[in-house]
DNA sequence: GATGAATGAGCCTTCATTCAT
DNA sequence: AATGAATGAAGGCTCATTCAT
């Protein structure tokens, strides 16, 4: 989480306690406590959400999320204390329901073959960019690129490390292990080529020949004989 | 080059010969001409890139390009149409460094061993990257976003392709080509590890370690056993 | 009216009811709902109508507009989406008032000789003239040329196809009706030649002479032989 | 002419020697008083026609007009002192050729009887405004839309004047003559309505009914008996 | 005589944010 | 709690005009 001294999301894993007992000037103007208000706050974040998917960032602003939401502007800073602020709940609301999906889906993997294993894997990663670009690949798009320019990893990163640990565990490779910097290259190929297909919008994204090709990058990379020289 | 026919690289490689004959009322501005606006053209998109490296791309406004350059907002209109046409200059003048930069590179690999080709190959790649590091992080992040948003495939990837082109004649491989979707996995893969890399401005860069997992990356690839399943 | 759904003349013809239910990202502005906001616009085309009278057409621009009603700039907008719809809205409240006092005029109208009628009805249109002239020639002259180039036909041409009405049915003629252009010609001559006085700013205009030689114009014409020749 | 002391119109008729003697700040940096200086101006003020002409009034800018005209801006402003005075220049040339060719036909008039007479006269008016408007109609209606900001009478109304005086001495009429008023209103509504029908853009203008309806507001106006009351 | 690079006030418009009601 | 009127810095851009070469 980008700022967690001041989330606005309210997943059910996010604890809700760590917000500032009293608000300084950045804070937000009123702690959404009530039902009313919680409600409230998720309507504007829909409403952010779909000008996103409808008309552009370029449309993304404090005016006409207040007005989509259908409240006056004044109520909308009584939530949030700033443009950014909104941007930042966006993210965390975005991040969080994708973890929950992959988190979910991983848990079903079975060990078994290595083979198998990445493959179940690789899917599971493609299906959760494709859905992206199902609902609305605008949204997708201006959602990766909010979160890169604020520097997030977007959980996805962290979640891929997880993976490259359920895979360590499930495999029971003889040679020695990946270092820091194979870890490092493999989750950033294997993420930065989904990334590129959606940003590409490319169709090739669904198809059978782009996951035997990722499985494919993955596999050689483990089974690569050790490291060169 | 996105508007071939108006275009203020300098590059050798741009024809300077193609001036149009007759400007209408609404053609784009006027040409330098004079060895001074030739002069005031470079000031001003060198302007605007000390900008986009030092304040960020949302300071990167006309009148504040105008006035680093040490020119009124006038001249800067003198010479680009719009605020666009200073992004898409920018872009040419970086994509064609860059490409004349690694284009002189690759032209010394001598043929060999294919693991001693394809480590030349990612240190160039390294090196060009590394490079962008340098300038200013931020510069680097903000050309990417802009040529990405301009569906610009950053002239890097046609060289990828070629990269792949020219390991495919230096190897005398049995096994069958590279279909489509694992060229495309492959480049997508190796310059988006690269770039992640700069974007999160990692000191694993320039280390040994980072270096032998891209070409483990790479190889593990190529080597792999065809198709799985 | 130019843009019936979104008038800003606060006419007792106007239909106040017809506000749209939901306005999409691009509608024109807020519409004015509370007693403040209505006074706003009223003092905004005021100041207009006062730039325009006091100062010409070329100092109509939003920001002089603003200061002069005392708002800031981003009040003006706030109510009109851009310079044309306050240009409009200007026309519009001219026109209906203006409309509203020659009906009223009209309306008084005893039927009786011909000759008295089309003397009262050109008394009436003097006076209607003479009004503009009173409040500021400039004024006066920008709006025609602003109605001209909009097309308008200034509903005094409607009126003027009225008094011919009232005139056909005042007059017990045997011959012919006028034709399409001898109604064309009659009401551009009178008009013209109203506009023409005003816009020269001639004293004539309040003269009993110059008001004989009107009446004189129109009945002439009226009672002329039918067709020359 | 709207400045006497100020005039760029080479007509054969404007005497050239009324230019001062020295240079104020107002005055154009330079007298053309060689051949080709005089033909820059004509090509300046054939630009500018050309440019209201194709693309109206709000590109007549006069960096466009240089470029049009083929020459630098610098130079434009060696024959110009500002834009008001290319616009004066380019009214005055208008009505000079106007004057000439209604003049012309004015002299071919023979004298005969009254009703004939008016119809020559008619016909050369509506001649000279329909040749406008053959030409270019936007041209004209900018022309006019100038010469009235300008508060020029168009030399066609002291035209219409002589018209008046022409018929008077072809009439061999009884009663009394027009007074003031009269001829001001009959010249008014003459040519208000003319310019009424240009400027709508009517193709009634060289219709047979147009020309009938006009001859008779005329005849009308000059058989009627004596003001009424 | 001619050029064209340079100027900068000023135009229209947007939008995040505040605050009285 | 909610409203929405008001704000004003700032942005992109135009165009008449000047002046060194």
Redesign the pocket.
């Known amino acids: 989480m980008s700022n967690p001294q001041f989330s606005y999301s309210h997943s059910p894993h996010a604890p809700e306690g760590i917000m500032a007992e009293h608000q300084d000037l950045v804070s937000p103007r009123?702690r959404p406590?009530?039902a009313?208000?919680r409600r409230?706050v998720d309507l504007i974040l829909e409403a952010a959400a779909q000008i996103l998917a409808r008309d552009g960032e370029?449309?993304?602003?404090?005016?006409h999320i207040a007005e989509r939401a259908g409240?006056?502007?004044?109520?909308l800073?009584?939530y949030f204390p700033?443009?950014?602020s909104i941007l930042d709940a966006l993210i965390d609301r975005e991040r969080e329901s994708s973890d929950r999906r992959i988190r979910a889906a991983l848990a079903k993997i079975e060990p078994g073959a290595i083979a198998e294993t990445v493959r179940e894997i690789v899917r599971i990663l493609i299906g959760s960019f494709a859905r992206r670009g199902r609902v609305r690949k605008r949204f997708a798009i201006s959602m990766t690129r909010l979160a890169i320019a604020r520097g997030d990893q977007t959980r996805l990163d962290q979640i891929a490390g997880l993976i490259i640990g359920a895979w360590r565990d499930a495999s029971a490779r003889a040679g020695r292990d990946l270092d820091d910097s194979e870890v490092y290259v493999l989750t950033r190929a294997v993420l930065g080529t989904l990334r590129a297909t959606v940003l590409e919008d490319s169709p090739r994204l669904k198809t059978r020949a782009f996951e035997d090709a990722l499985v494919r990058l993955i596999l050689g990379f483990l089974r690569s004989p050790d490291a060169p020289r």
Request: without cysteine; charged residues 25%.
């Open positions: 009123k406590t009530q009313r208000a409230t370029e449309k993304l602003t404090t005016n409240f006056s502007i004044g109520t800073y009584q700033n443009r950014e």
